[in-house]
């Protein structure tokens, strides 16, 4: 089992431009979340998908947007990027079995937005 | 609101010691999860408790629901132990789905 992957690692846009960003669920994980964490902050929570339908919603303008697919596999997008959306953005996933609902984290995106 | 506040958000120990980080939450937050985070790298989850203690090597945490207050030991800490500690909790919502708040982090640094 590979854990939580993230793509890419690092990126680097300009203001104004648009991001992706992607994730790959743990095997057997339904549930995906994205956080942002800028530096010397604790990780935001921007949102969560289960079933390809957004659930819950963070504190984050329309400008962030997600989508989740059939295999579970998520992505996060970011139009007109600001300088202050230069973060680490980390994905989570979980099942959404409440009793197990210990969330797994992958390596994140460090985007720079100059 | 829910929150979640650490305790110190810098500490600096010497190899050897025994190292406490703390963690206060409020009401709405259930359990909570002790997360490690390297230089630049992604979160490592420590634990996840709802009572009692957790074990694991040289990591110890504890959790007193009534107090909402939990703490992470590290005995015999190491240079390799320098990391961010983060305390995070789960709110759930009507919809049965959950976000984690996360606490600030500590920033541990470990001295040889």
């Known amino acids: 089992d590979a854990g939580v992957t993230q793509s890419p690692t690092h990126l680097i846009k300009t203001r104004g431009q648009q991001v992706t960003l992607r994730c790959s669920p743990k095997?057997?994980?339904?549930?995906v979340s994205w956080y942002q964490q800028a530096l010397g902050q604790g990780p935001q929570f921007i949102f969560q998908?289960?079933?390809?339908?957004?659930?819950q919603r963070g504190n984050f303008p329309d400008r962030f947007s997600g989508h989740q697919f059939p295999n579970y596999s998520s992505e996060l997008n970011v139009n007109a990027l600001l300088l202050g959306d230069s973060a680490l953005y980390l994905c989570?996933?979980?099942?959404?079995?409440?009793?197990?609902?210990?969330?797994?984290f992958g390596p994140g995106t460090r985007l720079t937005v100059t | 609101k829910n929150e979640v506040e650490q305790s110190p958000q810098n500490l600096t120990a010497q190899e050897g010691e025994f190292i406490t980080i703390n963690c206060s939450y409020s009401v709405g937050i259930s359990a909570l999860h002790w997360l490690q985070q390297h230089p630049g790298g992604g979160i490592v989850s420590l634990f996840m408790?709802?009572?009692g203690k957790k074990k694991h090597g040289r990591l110890i945490a504890t959790i007193n629901i009534q107090e909402k207050h939990s703490s992470l030991h590290i005995t015999a800490s190491h240079p390799r132990d320098s990391a961010v500690y983060i305390c995070?909790?789960?709110?759930?919502?009507?919809?049965?789905?959950?976000?984690?708040?996360f606490g600030k982090g500590t920033k541990l640094s470990v001295i040889p």
């Open positions: 989570a996933s979980s099942s959404l079995d409440r009793d197990t609902n210990e969330q797994y």
């Open positions: 998908y289960y079933e390809e339908e957004e659930r």
């Open positions: 995070a909790g789960p709110t759930y919502s009507g919809a049965g789905s959950y976000q984690l708040t």
């Open positions: 408790l709802s009572s």
């Open positions: 095997s057997g994980h339904d549930t």
